[in-house]
């Protein structure tokens, strides 16, 4: 997924530049704050220069008012910033709880638990690290070769042979890239990684078990099976420099320094959206109220966008509407298992197991080594996920207990459990974003596009560059955050000219 670092630096920056230039006002301003370090990537202060550099940035002094949609990390971020320059924002939250899938419960002896977001993926020029660095956030570096690979009870995979897998596959997934542009037409991922695979058998190890396992822990962090995965655009997005991150203190405090003095208003679901292109935007919820602004910033989750659940009226224009139709939105599920003691190894962040078929329980992270408590945490995703969702809670955990006892033979029952459904929560209808077959990257940056001067859309789906990432969200916050700015300006500045000449 990842891009050389020349190439991270070409894409971000014209990103950047084009973004905020149709900002106008602000670009100088945001070129100059910009603290751009060897990755290329704008740096930590951007967001609290906007939040609180007056004399650089000083208020707007508008009167606007601003709704926004949703209060996950994309809204917070931009109530914030709007708030600093003198617009008035009101967030509106459908569920009882700030975040969005950014999801945090209280674990034993007060340790935090996270049911959503879990990692800063990329320290350099993340926006996320200073947020982390203001709340004192621990942070714990986690590495996906630090892994216990067994293949059956308490067989262990070699490291070296652990160690060489990860080039393999990268060189796998290069070689179905390259066969598929070579194709006439896009194909699936899968297809893509079977040719390659038939392309090189020579060369691969012996036994397909291993390489199977890498295939499905590969899918784990992309939320969907790669059956469903564009060859050619998959991995159009960029990797940050630095490792990553897992947030021990609990994600959901990433965003507390951005609280004070927000509107948000809890339990209240958007139903009905009535715009136009002059005038006012009205927002019904299922609480019958009505909201009134004079701009809107819809945060709302893909999935829910997929699912009409919310009525724009009018319509969203086609080309809106054939972005968010050609987007694909995947579902990862957690499944978190408290034990009275640990029984597993210690000394690794990860534990995989060979025994699991493709799309089951065949990863687990130490959270002791991560949290202190002795627990792990399995993931499961694509069309397993959405299945397992229909089940008990009693089922899921007796299935995700199944490749624990076939490794370490006979073990403690978990004393607590916590498991996720977001592919049914109907606030969210899955987890984040990806590129099926045929869909393009530019289809990220379609649904970023406002609709005129009132409607303006930010989340993880917005960010071509980012996509599916917490920080693509924050950065697509920031940016639709300037851009509504502007165009507050814009309208004040017109007004003020027509007053003077009347």
Known sequence: MATTGEQSRASYSRRVLF?????????????CWGRWGDSGFPGNQDMFSLLEAQSAFPQLDLQERVLIIGAGAAGIVAAAILNKLGLRTTVLEARDRIGGRIWTVTGPGAVPIDLGASWIHGTEGNPLMELAHRCGARLIATDRSRVALFTRRLQLVPREEIRRLAPLFQQLLSDAKQIAFRHRRDMSLSAGLLRAMLHRWRTLPKGARVLRWAWGAFELVLGTRTHNLSARYWDQDVDLAGGDRFVASG?????????????????????????????????????????????????LPLGVLKAGTVRFVPPLPPWKQAAIDRLGFGCLDKVILLFPRVFWNDDVDYLGFLTESPGGYAYFVNLHRLCGIPALMGFVTGRRARLQERTSDEKVVARAMKPLRRTFGRVPEPEQYWLTRWGRDEFSLGSYSYLPVGALGSEFDVLRCPVGDRLFFAGEATHRVFPGAVHGAVLSAIEAALRIAACARSDATLRRSVCALG
């Not at 339990?267 to 019904?284: D, H, L, S």
């Open 251 to 299: 994600y959901l405090n990433l965003l507390r320094p951005l609280l004070d003095g927000l509107d948000i208003r809890l339990g209240q679901a958007v139903r009905t959206i009535r715009w136009r292109e002059r005038g006012p935007v009205v927002v019904v919820t299922n609480r019958g109220e009505e909201f009134e602004a004079e701009r809107l910033l819809c945060t």
């Open 19 to 31: 973004a905020v230039g149709e900002a106008g006002l602000f670009t100088h301003r945001i070129t």
